[in-house]
């Protein structure tokens, strides 16, 4: 069965600090996503962003980075200098394919709550 | 583009009653997604539509809950004899499909559910 861990429930920081948020998975399958959402206080999933398990290249995009490590099954989100607005909820997911179509379900961990402290 | 869209936003019921939450998706997208977060149990997938055909449904909770999808569209969750453990938010998502590979699943906004 697949599994997602989101060990950090709640962290804080002040904000311009660095934050990384811990996403630690499991799996037997050879090929899958991974993914990052955020969900704010409106309570909207937002995509944030998709990798596949072939491509380990780490990936930034503006303040946001991402660290894909398939030897430790983990794939780490680590926000530059934060700011106010990046006080939400951040689930890491795994996904299955569940259909020749490519539908896949999803596998959440718990969430972290990040709080950004002015 | 307009997004995913989901109503009523908030659904208070009592203990017993049927409840219908729908779920517009994005327009062109042929696969539809039922997800619910609750306290206790995080985010979990209920069910996926591809089409009008719901392959799977093993993973709705109970055989009171059911989901159905007409025109390739608009979908409705329908929980009958609701009890207090189904209070909830129920998230739809769709996206586009492909046998080559997913394609990432965009979210409404939620169904809030409270049973009393």
């Known amino acids: 069965a697949q599994k997602v861990t989101q060990a950090q429930t709640e962290i804080s920081v002040v904000e311009k600090e660095d934050v990384t948020l811990d996403c630690v998975y499991e799996?037997?399958?050879?090929?899958?996503?991974l993914f990052w959402y955020k969900q704010p206080p409106s309570g909207e999933l937002v995509f944030l962003i998709r990798?596949?398990?072939?491509?380990?290249q780490n990936e930034i995009s503006g303040r946001y980075s991402w660290n894909f490590q398939k030897s430790t099954s983990s794939f780490n989100f680590t926000i530059t200098a934060s700011q106010v607005v990046d006080s939400a909820v951040y689930f890491c997911?795994?996904?299955?394919?569940?259909?020749?179509?490519?539908?896949?379900?999803?596998?959440f961990g718990t969430g972290t709550r990040l709080t950004i402290i002015p | 583009g307009a997004g995913v869209s989901q109503s009523p936003s908030n659904k208070v019921t009592e203990k017993g009653k049927d409840v219908e939450l729908r779920c517009d998706p994005i327009?062109?997208?042929?696969?539809l997604y039922w997800y619910r977060q609750s306290l206790g149990q995080g985010l979990e997938f209920l069910i996926y539509?591809?089409?009008?055909?719901?392959?799977?449904k093993s993973g709705l909770p109970s055989d009171r809950f059911s989901a159905e999808r007409t025109g390739g569209s608009v979908s409705t969750l329908t929980i009958q004899r609701t009890q207090q453990e189904d209070s909830a938010v129920y998230l739809c998502?769709?996206?586009?499909?492909?046998?080559?590979?997913?394609?990432?699943?965009?979210f409404g906004p939620g169904t809030r559910l409270t049973v009393t």
């Open positions: 998502a769709s996206s586009l499909a492909s046998t080559q590979f997913p394609y990432e699943q965009y």
């Open positions: 799996t037997r399958d050879t090929t899958y996503y």
């Open positions: 990798r596949n398990s072939f491509d380990e």
């Open positions: 997911a795994l996904s299955e394919v569940i259909s020749n179509f490519g539908n896949e379900k999803l596998t």
């Open positions: 327009s062109g997208h042929t696969a």
């Open positions: 539509f591809q089409g009008n055909s719901a392959p799977d």
